[in-house]
Every structure is written in C-alpha cells, then in structure tokens.
C-alpha cells in the first residue's frame, strides 16, 4: 500500500490511526539515508492487532510486515511531509483475512495441475 499524506497534521494522523490499530507497535529500522531535505528509512515492523479498523474488530492476532517511509523536512529541520509504502498483503494474511504468500503459492501450483 502506498500512503501519501501531506503536512505535520497528517503525518501524526497516519501515526496515531496505526497505534490505535496495533498499540505495542514496534519498528526495527534496517536502513536509513539521509540528506539536508529528505529521510529515507526501510523498517519492519510487528504488533498485536487490538483496535478496530480496516474492516476488521480487533483480532489479538501479531502481525508482521516491512515498509519503507520518505520524510520530507523543511528548512527548519522538521517533518513537512510524507510519503510511506508497506506491504498491506502481510497484515492481511497475518490476520487471517487472506492466504499467505506459501499457500497462494500452493494453490496456484495445485491448479495449474
């Protein structure tokens, strides 16, 4: 999923709407990049889905997935915006909603027999 929010404001939205979801939330950076203007940061991330959203009640399910986020900052040396990306597919089937990657996979060899 691509996410592309503009300003502080949003930015703590985003954040905020994804503690709600998963409140021990916790990110491993894997490798960070920085310049003047930009912040680059690939991550993993893991916690236990306890809020409602999505489409989903809270499942008590741990859930596990990698992202990768651009910080924008201004010339004052803060966060002005934000643009993030991180794979949707992996909280899915961590909650059970869709199949993982492996059964997809043994699915798709089992059909094409």
Request: overall charge neutral; proline content about 3%.
């Amino acid at each position: 999923m691509h996410i592309d929010k503009t300003g502080p404001d949003q930015v703590k939205h985003e954040i905020n709407y994804f503690r709600t979801l998963f409140p021990d939330l916790k990110y491993k950076i894997i490798e960070m990049i920085s310049d003047e203007k930009k912040v680059w940061i690939r991550y993993k991330a893991c916690g236990t889905h306890l809020g409602k959203g999505w489409g989903f009640e809270a499942s008590n399910k741990f859930v596990e997935f990698e992202g990768a986020t651009i910080l924008y900052i201004s010339s004052e040396g803060k966060v002005k915006d934000q643009w993030g990306a991180f794979c949707f597919y992996d909280i899915f089937a961590d909650l059970g909603a869709v199949p993982s990657f492996g059964e997809l996979n043994k699915y798709l060899r089992d059909f094409k027999q």
